[in-house]
């Protein structure tokens, strides 16, 4: 059985990419100063690109957590996914622009102990959503809700595991490169 490797995908630019795809890497450009390679490979189909980031930007307007619990979602659903790329992407966003103690992200990106017990019961909830495909147990969800979170919540976390699931599945499909930017985050599950 050939195998085939998935790892020629054209990074397309603002300059190749179809008219829409290029907006959206200009916009990007503009707000980060650089271009991440998921996004360069994305651009080459615009439902998922466009579809991706409307939905990421939404999950960070209105999902109703903080950006450090935002992160904690995102990390945790890449662990969970074995997304070697998100990981090291979130793991630097936390770092430098939301904020999240080291220590959390450190705790997430090691499977270990989350020294706040509402981040670490955040990150658990996100973590089964992802694990059960959307099935929660019920002791799963009255954990969570005990916590001090609400069912609005749930429902950010439903919109977090949509959002990373597309982001997860495309770099494991296509091998995406972590960008020079996130190397110092770089992660392995195993």
């Excluded at 939905?55 to 957590?65: D, T």
């Excluded at 499977?111 to 658990?124: G, T, V």
């Excluded at 089964?128 to 916590?147: C, H, K, Q, Y």
Aim: glycine share 6%; aromatic share 10%; with cysteine.
């Amino acid at each position: 059985m050939n195998t085939i490797k998935m790892t020629n995908l054209e990074l397309k630019t603002v300059e190749t990419a179809n008219a829409i795809s290029s907006e959206i890497l200009k916009t990007t450009q503009k707000k980060l100063g650089f271009i991440p390679n998921m996004y360069a490979g994305m651009a080459n189909n615009t439902a998922l690109l466009d579809g991706y980031v409307a939905a990421y930007n939404s999950f960070r307007v209105h999902s109703g957590f903080t950006p450090q619990e935002q992160e904690v979602v995102f990390l945790s659903i890449a662990y969970v996914n074995n997304c070697d790329y998100c990981m090291a992407a979130h793991s630097f966003v936390g770092d430098h622009m939301t904020h999240v103690p080291k220590e959390v992200t450190d705790a997430i990106r090691n499977n270990s102990e989350i020294p706040d017990a509402k981040l670490k019961a955040l990150s658990l909830f996100a973590k089964e959503v992802t694990i059960s495909r959307g099935l929660p147990s019920e002791v799963d969800i009255e954990s969570f809700l005990n916590a001090g979170y609400t069912q609005n919540h749930i429902l950010g976390v439903i919109s977090g595991v949509g959002v990373k699931t597309m982001s997860n599945y495309f770099n494991h499909i296509f091998k995406t490169s972590v960008d020079a930017i996130f190397k110092d985050r770089i992660w392995k599950k195993y």
